[in-house]
């Protein structure tokens, strides 16, 4: 691994969760070239900085997002998900001028900076853009905080950056995955009225009972007249029937992720009466702000993340996607030990 280049920090990891989306590159369907190292929720200590990094200094305990250039009208009006790098920023695995800070033991490049981090190891060279410093109370405390980066920040960004739903508002959530229960969490402190989730497994299903869903559902056929559906799936069937379950004027986030490419047909005459279909990557989150917001809930018990997370030491990272994929585990979260 190379020393931190100019605007980049060297981490030591204390955890990092595992995203569907490092599953789905795995998988080949999102387009990062391979081998990388993948991993974009870590939380760790900022060991050393490169050279102009202002944001940040060696002993900050920090949670890591997604990258975004920092430099464009998007990322310095606080919308940096909208960057135009965004994509290759996050799925290139390389830096702009397309090198890497990561070779294996026969001197070969491998992908690194995936989503500016590749945090899924002890240690990372990550774009400065991606560091969060945050206060905690402790390195175990810091753990529980490192999915809020991507998959819990999606959710509850989705709800409160975005959507913003009026009190009484009826909602429902497709997936009850950490993205979904997120958004219920988030969906609780609005002020929403109705929500109902949906997910086809049942200890999923009691969560969101617990952590506030009025209703659960294994199917979607039934539902009608929502002032918003979140999908989060990546499921396009599901996406596909979504617009037929808003009433007029109503809105449905896209947040799950299909393979690349993936198309669904849309009734043009059913969308005039003023529905919407919103994109949502990241929760729409202005990371540097937001994160820090999301621990102040946790802090007071209105965003228990903790209910979603299972630790798992390195050793056990094939458990940990294989229980990310059945879903028996929300939130599969890998602890390093510390040095
Ligand atoms: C991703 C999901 C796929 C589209 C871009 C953002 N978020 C992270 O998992
Ligand atoms: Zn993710």
Redesign the pocket.
């Known amino acids: 691994m190379d020393d931190p280049g100019p605007g980049e920090v060297l981490i030591r990891l204390v955890s990092t969760g595992v995203?569907h989306?490092d599953l789905s590159v795995l998988a080949g369907r999102l387009p990062t070239p391979l081998p990388a190292v993948l991993g974009?929720e870590g939380a760790g200590v900022v060991e050393a900085v490169g050279d102009g990094v202002t944001g940040t200094i060696p002993g900050d305990r920090v949670v890591l997002s997604f990258a975004s250039c920092g430099a464009c009208t998007r990322c310095r009006t606080g919308r940096p998900t909208q960057c135009p790098t965004y994509f290759p920023l996050?799925f290139g695995a390389a830096r702009p001028d397309g090198t890497t800070p990561i070779r294996d033991s026969s001197g070969a490049a491998i992908g690194g900076l995936f989503f500016g981090q590749s945090s899924l190891a002890p240690y990372a060279i990550v774009s400065e853009q991606s560091v969060v410093p945050v206060e905690v109370r402790d390195e175990d405390e810091l753990a529980l905080l490192a999915p809020i980066g991507?998959g819990i920040q999606?959710g509850a960004g989705a709800v409160l950056n975005l959507l913003r739903p009026e009190p009484g508002s009826r909602i429902a959530i497709f997936g009850a995955g950490a993205v979904g229960l997120s958004a219920l969490m988030a969906a609780g402190q609005s002020g929403a009225g109705d929500i109902v989730v949906v997910d086809k497994v049942a200890t999923r299903l009691d969560l969101a009972r617990e952590l506030g869903a009025t209703a659960t559902a294994t199917e979607v056929n039934a539902l009608r007249d929502f002032d918003y559906v979140i999908e989060t799936t990546g499921a396009p069937a599901l996406l596909e029937q979504a617009p037929s379950m808003v009433r007029a004027g109503g809105t449905v986030a896209i947040i799950g992720?299909p393979p690349a490419g993936t198309k669904i047909a849309v009734d043009v005459n059913a969308m005039i009466d003023g529905r919407t279909l919103l994109g949502v990557?990241?929760g729409g989150s202005d990371r540097i702000t937001f994160i820090p917001a999301l621990i102040g809930l946790y802090r007071t018990g209105r965003l228990p993340v903790d209910r979603l997370i299972k630790f798992y030491p390195p050793q056990d990272l094939d458990q940990a996607v294989a229980d990310a994929r059945s879903g028996v585990t929300v939130k599969p979260v890998i602890r390093f030990e510390a040095p």
């Open positions: 995203c989306t974009h996050n991507c999606t992720a990557t990241e």
